[in-house]
């Protein structure tokens, strides 16, 4: 099904292209992104994922690596509880791409750390890719893909990779 809606939004894209004002609506999706990191960095996990349809699917970094709203409000939560203090959490850079009135997508850097109770630390970049359907004058995230960049010759994660 959702194959079938990807393919959909891709046709739609190529047949009409965006209109309206699309500034506006570039704007609109770099602000509910930047929102869901402050969310996430005041502790309010739900917040955090407030930019996401409930039927969202994500395919992520970190396991179950397929999660559905509540997974993804869970493993937030999970990460809040063992964080001391407040965790960064920041965009790089976020490339929204207004596909029709009702679709899009974004490609962005998302930078993430912070100290945990246990003594230890992580700090990591992700990659994302988002596709949006536009809800009641809102954009909100329909799909989502997170990846980390690989060295190919180590075969490890470059966590730390710069944009």
């Not at 570039?26 to 930019?51: P, Y």
């Not at 970049?125 to 329909?142: C, H, N």
Request: include cysteine; aromatic fraction near 8%; hydrophobic fraction near 40%.
């Amino acid at each position: 099904m959702k194959k079938i809606l990807l393919m959909t939004v891709a046709l739609l894209a190529c047949a009409g292209g965006a209109r309206g004002n699309e500034a506006a609506d570039k704007a609109l999706i770099v602000r509910e992104l930047n929102d869901g990191c402050a969310a996430f960095i005041s502790g309010n996990a739900k917040a955090s994922i407030s930019f996401y349809l409930p039927s969202v699917l994500v395919f992520d970094v970190a396991p179950p690596r397929q999660k559905d709203f509540a997974m993804v409000e869970k493993f937030n939560q999970q990460m809040l509880d063992m964080v001391v203090g407040k965790p960064v959490c920041v965009y790089e850079e976020i490339d929204p791409v207004i596909l029709t009135p009702e679709y899009a997508y974004s490609t962005s850097i998302l930078h993430t750390s912070g100290k945990l109770k246990g003594g230890g630390s992580f700090d990591f970049r992700e990659r994302s890719t988002d596709i949006y359907q536009k809800v009641d004058g809102v954009w909100r995230v329909m799909h989502e893909h997170n990846s980390v960049p690989v060295n190919v010759i180590t075969g490890q994660a470059d966590l730390l990779s710069t944009p």
